[in-house]
């Protein structure tokens, strides 16, 4: 910490209640801290806070009768487009990464709210009686939605490029737990220093997660960031490390023999090793994403990479050893 530290004892953290009353708004009061450490550790919490921290969130419906969002569907007030805009309102708990599918199977008259769901065990409505639309007397609509995991926003046009499919429409996706953050630096005293600084943080959540989990997520985050940045080799350590055994990357068997993934294990960007760039294409091109699954290639299944030549190999071999690792024996293979 700060040499000022000495002088001034260690900060406070406090935490009270927001307006709402619940343990998603919380007012965290952060004091003494060195001049201008208010706006440097706020600025940075906040943006962690916005940016970074895993939700959920409805990513695409498929509506029976409708092929496209600008239609409308036989029997229902609203439109297709705001349909999907009521379903951008939708606050949602998920457990696990994968995508999962939920219905809705409904017939009128009757006004259609988030509890009409029919949810997996997987997946919480923290909002049930969010209005979707209404349905006339005759009417029926028949929905599958799919619900993400995942961090920060994603636009929908993003994912029609990648994924056009018939009758499926997508939907912006927010995946933020947090709904609102704002932070005011006051000044505070500690005996004859004036000039000190209180740190004064509000966060607001959806429910997924309360103020304290999202501050104590985000604080996690930059704090591995610094712990990698003032390291003397600048290399990632186990503790460091995020869990990236969620991320859903080809293990090198399954390149090499077109076989199912096995059980999921450890996850080191391969990247951390600083290759040429095109060394480092070929390996990402040929699905080889973590330091495990180059450990685990032979000699002759990255000869068969597209463009890894022998110069790109002794690259390897060489960056392996110098961390004391190497490639898988043929014998092994």
């Known amino acids: 910490m700060h040499i000022i530290q000495e002088e001034i004892g260690l900060p406070v953290f406090s935490t009270s209640k927001g307006t709402k009353g619940d343990d998603s708004h919380k007012v965290f009061t952060i004091s003494p801290l060195p001049p201008g450490f208010g706006m440097t550790l ?13 939700g959920a969130a409805v990513t695409s419906i498929r509506v029976q009768g409708a092929q496209h969002e600008y239609t409308t569907v036989k029997g229902v007030t609203e439109s297709v487009v705001d349909i999907m805009l009521n379903l951008k309102e939708l606050k949602l708990r998920k457990h696990s990464k994968g995508p999962e599918v939920i219905t809705l199977d409904v017939k009128g008259p009757k006004e259609i709210t988030a509890k009409d769901l029919k ?32 961090v920060g926003y994603e636009p929908a046009a993003e994912r029609n490029r990648k994924h056009h499919e018939p009758g499926l429409m997508y939907i912006d996706a927010a995946f ?30 959806n429910g997924s997660l309360t103020a304290e989990e999202a501050m104590q997520f985000a604080s996690q985050l930059l704090t591995s960031y610094f712990t990698y940045f003032g390291s003397d080799q600048k290399t990632v350590e186990p503790e460091f490390m995020a869990d990236f055994t969620r991320t859903a990357a080809r293990p090198a068997e399954e390149v090499s023999t077109g076989g199912a993934a096995p059980v999921k294990e450890s996850y080191t960007p391969i990247e951390i090793l600083n290759l040429s760039p095109r060394t480092l294409n070929a390996l990402i091109n040929a699905g080889v994403g973590s330091i495990e699954q180059l450990t685990k290639c032979t000699e002759s299944i990255l ?10 190999l002794d690259e390897v071999k060489d960056t392996l050893a110098t961390r004391g690792l190497k490639l898988s024996d043929e014998s092994e293979d």
């Open 119 to 150: 949810l997996t065990s997987d997946i919480e409505v923290l909002n049930p009686d969010l209005h979707l639309f209404t349905i006339e007397k005759g009417g029926s609509v028949n929905m599958q939605l799919t619900v993400e995991k995942g």
């Open 176 to 205: 933020s737990p947090v709904e609102r953050v704002r932070f005011d630096v006051e000044s505070a005293r500690v005996g004859q220093r004036t000039n000190l600084d209180k740190l004064v943080m509000e966060v607001v959540t």
């Open 42 to 54: 706020g600025n940075a919490l906040r943006r962690a806070l916005l940016s970074s921290l895993p």
């Open 303 to 312: 000869s068969n990479f597209r463009g890894f030549g022998a110069k790109a």
